[in-house]
């Protein structure tokens, strides 16, 4: 059945009260719902005569049986958006919904509206299947009133602004927005929001317990802007905490589907998740939501203290690894604090510290991830899209804290960890974390948290091609298997350990009786910018399963990259000639003779000023009789190189105030090989001899073989005495 509101009265025919208890008198066939419409003239005394918004002022709660407030108790849908000149939301960000019914609570602090079942409100009847769309709910001011009371299952709250004026920007509401349940009296099964563009509600209050605070199982919370404006560009509203899951089953906060994120902020925490009684919040999803963030995701308000607050609860998934499941968080304090011995949480493919494209530094004002008391969990994963990105923030990116037999473990697998301020993670005793890593110890006794589990130490990396291969040792627990996992970042932390900024791969090893365990050589491909290579070590249980992971290792730099050498003889009266060195694919042949003592000389370029520890022939035959550094530019002076070989030249401990490492320059060595394809012919004869006489130039040098200034039949000779011989591979 309908029933129209047709006046703001707060009584009588054609007034909301009444159209209430119409409804509550005349159940609905099973399975269908009444039906309150709205088509209030807009000449009404409480209509404003400028934006025809019709305001009901109520003096008594609605649905009021004797000394009960009985709320409603038959399924109805309530419908504002039927007061002509109506209209739900359109956008897909920002909310341009037209409310024409404004309804504001009595000054006794009743519910405004409230949905009942005989469980929670003790009547008989049941109002589950509601829906209540369209409304712009206020409360008495001074007087706290909930907006929404969901007492019933199954219901809706869709569609309106609650504790916002009709103007989307000005908080009307000292109270909490939307109630599911009471304690143990749980709802079941409540959407609030949805996927839809007109399934927003926009959600804000001065005062109370929550804008959402649920005592009720698989609660869907969806698609909605809690605390901002309309518009989602502006943060308003002074009330502390945006979502309170206290009790409740299966709920969900977001979802990975279009349309589902929400925006969220408060003065205290975006999200709190459990903490109110033992193992009383469970299975609690937070997926896609944009929390302490505008509605595009771009630009943090910093209103919110933390983002995601997790107490004691059982089974918390923050995030997830499919495609619109991550979380955008940044806040004032801690992204996602943890505390109260909460088990089972996993964290996965969440942007923290960052915008919605994990680019842009953003932040939160402590920790990225902050975890204290007894608790389990993972932070990333093994597989595709379980990492997260935790960037930018201004103290430690993870902090794990406890003291020894706290229990405390956690798998940190897989994520881009960097640009924190501190270290990437750290194993501390208490708080937000210490700003020093954590020393290894033989054997690893030692207990706290994750057991201050030993990281790796790297003993060599070399760089080439666009690959790092290193080498390292493991010593931890004996004999047990670990995962270890390699990371290559744009810096490192003073401290001398790194952070981890792109995953480069995993091993596993399992360490001896007497505790040590090495690995390598191992090669991965690094991104050319991430010049600083770490390793992090995770326990593995008898099951094979990650339980504690150490705090990054110390990192080992990419060196400075030349940006050119060369081979460079001097020909005589004829001047000096280059043949260059590429440092990457093909390589470059000096073709010239060495003279008695087969001496060259390698000059090598970097882009800034360089310091160089040493240099030495590293592979082939030859020695390095003295090198020298101006500036940017390194001279290797060689003696006793031989023919027919490939050798290298590695500059040890080059630094250029930001890099610092090994480079090798590498040179084949085939005299008479001309025009330089790595073998001497009869091509190279007939080269040599058509320049027999021509002066030296760029264009000829090669075929001056013994390099002193003249092109001859002694030049022919040399190469002719070569003919047959090839660079070996």
Not at 101 to 127: E, F, H, M, W, Y
Not at 140 to 165: A, E, I
Not at 311 to 327: D, F, K, M, W, Y
């Amino acid at each position: 059945m309908t029933f129209t509101v047709t006046n703001t009265n707060d009584s009588g025919a054609g007034s909301l009260r009444h159209a209430v208890t119409d409804s509550n008198n005349n159940p609905p066939p099973q399975n269908m719902t009444n039906l309150i419409a709205f088509n209030i003239p807009s000449n009404d005394p409480g209509c404003d005569p400028a934006t025809h918004v019709c305001t009901i002022t109520l003096t008594d709660c609605l649905g009021r049986l004797g000394n009960f407030c009985t709320g409603l108790n038959q399924p109805v849908i309530i419908d504002g958006y039927t007061q002509p000149g109506a209209s739900p939301n359109t956008l897909a960000i920002g909310d341009n919904a037209v409310m024409k019914i404004k309804i504001i609570g009595d000054p006794t602090g009743d519910r405004v509206i409230q949905l009942c079942s005989p469980a929670v409100c003790g009547l008989p009847n049941d109002s589950s299947g509601s829906t209540i769309r369209g409304l712009c709910l206020a409360s008495n001011p001074g007087f706290h009133n909930t907006l929404v009371f969901v007492g019933s299952n199954n219901d809706v709250v869709t569609g309106n602004f609650l504790g916002v004026d009709t103007d989307g920007a000005t908080v009307v509401s000292d109270g909490t927005p939307v109630q599911v349940g009471n304690g143990s009296l749980f709802a079941n099964g409540t959407t609030i929001g949805g996927t839809s563009p007109s399934a927003r509600n926009v959600i804000v209050s001065n005062g109370g317990f929550a804008l959402i605070l649920n005592d009720g199982d698989a609660t869907a919370v969806q698609g909605n802007y809690l605390g901002t404006n309309a518009a989602g560009t502006a943060a308003i509203g002074s009330l502390a905490t945006g979502i309170d899951v206290e009790e409740g089953t299966g709920v969900t906060i977001g979802g990975s589907v279009s349309g589902a994120d929400n925006v969220i902020n408060a003065p205290g925490n975006g999200v709190s998740i459990g903490g109110v009684c033992f193992n009383c919040a469970v299975n609690t999803a937070v997926q896609g939501n944009l929390i302490g963030m505008d509605a595009t995701g771009t630009v943090a308000f910093y209103a919110l203290f933390n983002g995601v607050q997790i107490g004691q609860s059982i089974n918390t998934t923050i995030g997830g690894s499919t495609l619109g499941a991550a979380n955008i968080i940044n806040a004032r304090a801690t992204g996602i604090p943890i505390g109260g011995s909460p088990t089972g949480v996993i964290i996965q493919g969440n942007k923290i510290g960052t915008d919605i494209t994990g680019t842009m530094p953003l932040g939160n004002g402590n920790c990225g991830i902050s975890i204290s008391l007894t608790s389990n969990g993972t932070i990333g994963g093994v597989n595709p899209g379980e990492g997260n990105i935790i960037a930018f923030n201004a103290l430690n990116g993870v902090s794990i804290a406890g003291f020894a037999n706290d229990n405390t473990a956690w798998a940190i697998l897989g994520n881009s960890i960097h640009n924190n301020a501190r270290l990437g993670i750290t194993l501390a005793t208490s708080g937000c974390g210490a700003d020093n890593p954590t020393p290894n110890d033989h054997c690893d006794p030692d207990g706290g948290a994750n057991d201050l589990q030993n990281y790796p130490v790297i003993t060599s990396a070399s760089f080439s091609n666009g690959n790092v291969v290193l080498s390292g040792t493991l010593d931890s627990t004996s004999n047990t298997t670990f995962r270890l996992e390699f990371f290559s970042s744009a810096q490192g932390d003073p401290s001398g350990n790194g952070e981890g900024q792109t995953f480069l791969g995993a091993m596993n090893v399992t360490t001896s009786g007497d505790c040590n365990a090495s690995f390598g050589p191992l090669t991965f491909p690094i991104p050319d910018s991430q010049p600083f290579i770490t390793a992090t070590a995770t326990r593995l249980d008898a099951m094979g399963n990650p339980i504690e992971t150490s705090e990054f290792s110390a990192f080992f730099y990419h060196p400075p990259i030349p940006t050119g050498a060369v081979s460079r003889k001097t020909h005589g009266g004829a001047g000096t000639f280059d043949i260059n060195l590429p440092l990457t694919g093909n390589v470059g042949i000096e073709c010239r003779s060495g003279g008695a003592t087969n001496d060259y000389q390698m000059i090598i370029n970097f882009a800034t000023s360089v310091t160089v520890g040493s240099a030495s022939v590293s592979s082939g035959t030859g020695s390095v009789s003295g090198f020298s550094v101006s500036g940017s530019q390194v001279t290797v002076n060689l003696t006793g190189v031989t023919n027919v070989q490939r050798i290298a030249v590695t500059l040890f401990n080059v630094n250029d105030g930001t890099n610092r490492g090994n480079v090798p320059v590498p040179m084949g060595m085939l005299i008479g090989d001309v025009n330089g394809n790595a073998s001497v012919n009869a091509t190279d004869v007939a080269q040599t001899k058509s320049q027999v006489g021509q002066p030296v130039g760029m264009s000829n040098f090669r075929e001056d073989v013994n390099a002193n200034g003249t092109i001859s039949a002694t030049d022919v000779a040399i190469v002719k005495s070569d003919v047959g011989t090839s660079l070996p591979p």
